[in-house]
């Protein structure tokens, strides 16, 4: 009967040690490219899509110049704030 040196036990070692990691390794990456992966290319999607909406809605405010009479409401209200006078709703609602 064959005994086993230590030269075999440290071979025998090395070697569950390289299945153990080889089979660590395909759960991940199986983990990543069926459950992970699909769930954030969905996430960046759904990012991607609300980003493209709200320029969406920016560019077509700037072309029907909706956004220049909204900023200069804003900033007439802000100096009006800033200036210690009421906003202009309340002025209107009195005169």
């Given at each position: ?8 036990l440290?071979?025998?070692?090395i070697?569950?040690a390289l ?5 660590t390794?395909?759960?991940v990456?199986?983990?990543v ?11 960046i999607?759904?990012r991607?899509?609300?980003g ?10 700037v072309?029907?110049?909706?956004s ?12 009006r ?13 009195q005169?």
């Open positions: 009967m064959d005994t086993l040196t230590p030269s075999d440290a071979l025998l070692l070697g569950c299945l153990s990691s080889l089979v390794l395909v759960a990456g199986l983990a490219k069926f459950w992970l992966g699909p769930r954030l290319e969905r996430h999607d759904a991607f899509e609300a493209a909406d709200r320029l969406t809605e920016r560019f077509v405010a072309l029907t110049g909706k220049r009479d909204l900023i200069r409401d804003r900033a007439r209200d802000l100096a704030f800033v200036g210690g006078r009421r906003p202009r709703e309340e002025e209107d609602g005169e």
